[in-house]
T-cell receptor, first 113, second 116 residues
Framework: NAGVMQNPRHLVRRRGQEARLRCSPM?????VYWYRQLPEEGLKFMVY????????ESGMPKERFSAEFPKEGPSILRIQQVVRGDSAAYFC???????????FGSGTRLTVV | SQQGEEDPQALSIQEGENATMNCSYK?????LQWYRQNSGRGLVHLIL?????REKHSGRLRVTLDTSKKSSSLLITASRAADTASYFC????????????????FGQGTILTVHP
């Protein structure tokens, strides 16, 4: 059981490009969460998904950001037309049900140049 | 409003001493969890305490929850240099039907440094 797999670990994009971050949850986990972390700060909630459904996207910026968790394959966080302010660590977590601990991935560090 | 605010922001102790970190929150919760993060890594789940529980133990960790004060504390006994990390509390809430809701809200964290 490999845990939560995120890739890539590091991603460099120029301003205006698209960033695609992938997350494969732990086997048996149907709940996926994306968080963003700026240096020296806590995690900010972005979106909560279950298979094929967005449960809560209250933390997602209204423009340029989207997330999906298809029936087959990993969850994808997509950032279009990236700006310098998007530079951060993006963490994915999964859980088997609500009211249980999360298992986190190692994160994707996005740098926008 | 900010949920899960930790106190202190930073804590520096000697190996063997106990470390206590506190967490306060504003709205009612279904459960409260503590996580640890080593620099540059993902978070690791330490312990979950439900709103109807008052205290929980796991190895050298002891967590208390006081729902009347909307606060929790994490005690690490006999600290080791390897305990050096950031510690976050996270609150889970109930939806309108009273069942737990999956999303967690994290605080800003306490940076713990244990000197050998």
């Amino acid at each position: 059981n490999a845990g939560v797999m995120q890739n890539p670990r590091h991603l460099v994009r120029r301003r205006g490009q698209e960033a695609r971050l992938r997350c494969s949850p732990m086997k048996g986990h149907s709940h996926v969460y994306w968080y963003r972390q700026l240096p020296e700060e806590g995690l900010k909630f972005m979106v909560y998904l279950q298979k094929e459904n967005i449960i809560d996207e209250s933390g997602m910026p209204k423009e340029r950001f989207s997330a999906e968790f298809p029936k087959e394959g990993p969850s994808i966080l997509r950032i279009q037309q990236v700006v310098r302010g998007d530079s951060a660590a993006y963490f994915c977590a999964s859980s088997p049900r609500t009211a249980s601990g999360y298992t986190f991935g190692s994160g994707t560090r996005l740098t926008v140049v | 409003s900010q949920q899960g605010e930790e106190d202190p922001q930073a804590l520096s102790i000697q190996e063997g001493e106990n470390a206590t970190m506190n967490c306060s929150y504003k709205t009612s919760i279904n459960n409260l969890q503590w996580y640890r993060q080593n620099s540059g890594r993902g978070l690791v789940h330490l312990i979950l305490i439900r709103s109807n529980e008052r205290e929980k133990h796991s190895g050298r960790l002891r967590v208390t929850l006081d729902t009347s004060k909307k606060s929790s504390s994490l005690l690490i006994t006999a600290s080791r240099a390897a305990d050096t990390a950031s510690y976050f509390c996270a609150t889970g809430h109930a939806n309108a039907g009273g069942t737990s809701y999956g999303k967690l809200t994290f605080g800003q964290g306490t940076i713990l440094t244990v000197h050998p």
